[in-house]
């Protein structure tokens, strides 16, 4: 299974877009990128997910380059709200460690 | 529609019993998934049933057991319970097995052991 790596934390300003990029180099052909959010005391929540180039949600865009080795989490004008643990799953079932994305106000 | 349910809610438990946390899935979903979540350790994954069979197993002992009946709802037991069994246990729904199908989490089991 991929194994992932994503910076452990990220702050970042009200208003501001925030880009979250996962490494996960030996990703296996027929895995697709997941993007999960966290709060304290609450199961994860469904953000966004792909296969390759480009998808667009309205909360988020995933980036997957062409060797989909990493894959980019961009969150357009953030708030305080959208602080929380950001998590990439290259295989639906394994979560790494996240990044705590700390938003300013 | 109800999304996915999880019973109790917070649970304290002695060294050395055993504990049973129940998942309801979202309607219609067929695949559970049960997760360990502790500050140290992050998400873990424990294991994946769909079609009341065990599809997939995370690395932990064989204390930790689930099964899933034929209504979709799903059990997991900790037996002999350690103290590093404290942590918080979601349980994650989907409609299918696929990669590409979202998954919906329950708010977790809080089990503390003392």
């Known amino acids: 299974l991929a194994k992932t790596t994503q910076p452990i934390s990220m702050d970042s300003y009200e208003g501001q877009e925030v880009n979250i990029t996962c490494s996960h180099n030996?990703?296996?052909?027929?895995?697709?990128i997941t993007w999960y959010q966290q709060f304290p005391s609450q199961g994860p929540r469904f953000i966004i997910q792909?296969?390759?180039t480009k998808v667009t949600n309205e909360v988020a865009s995933l980036f997957i380059p062409a060797d989909r080795k990493s894959s980019t989490l961009s969150l357009p004008r953030v708030s305080l709200s959208d602080t929380a643990v950001y998590y990439c799953?290259?295989?639906?079932?394994?979560f790494g460690q996240g990044t705590t994305l700390q938003v300013k106000p | 529609k109800a999304g996915v349910t999880q019973t109790p809610r917070y649970l304290i438990k002695t060294r050395g019993q055993q504990v049973t946390l129940s998942c309801s899935p979202i309607?219609?979903?067929?695949?559970v998934s049960w997760y360990q979540q502790t500050p140290g350790q992050g998400l873990q994954f424990l294991f994946e049933?769909?079609?009341?069979?065990?599809?997939n197993k995370g690395n932990f002992p064989g204390r930790f057991s689930g099964r899933q009946f034929s209504n979709s709802r799903s059990e997991m037991n900790v037996s002999t319970l350690e103290l590093g069994d404290s942590a918080l246990y979601l349980c994650?729904?989907?409609?299918?097995?696929?990669?590409?199908?979202?998954?919906?989490f329950g708010q977790g089991t809080r089990l503390t052991v003392v």
């Open positions: 994650a729904s989907s409609f299918n097995r696929g990669q590409f199908t979202e998954a919906f």
């Open positions: 792909g296969y390759k």
């Open positions: 030996n990703i296996a052909t027929n895995d697709y």
């Open positions: 799953l290259p295989n639906k079932l394994i």
């Open positions: 309607s219609g979903h067929r695949s």
């Open positions: 049933y769909f079609s009341e069979t065990q599809r």
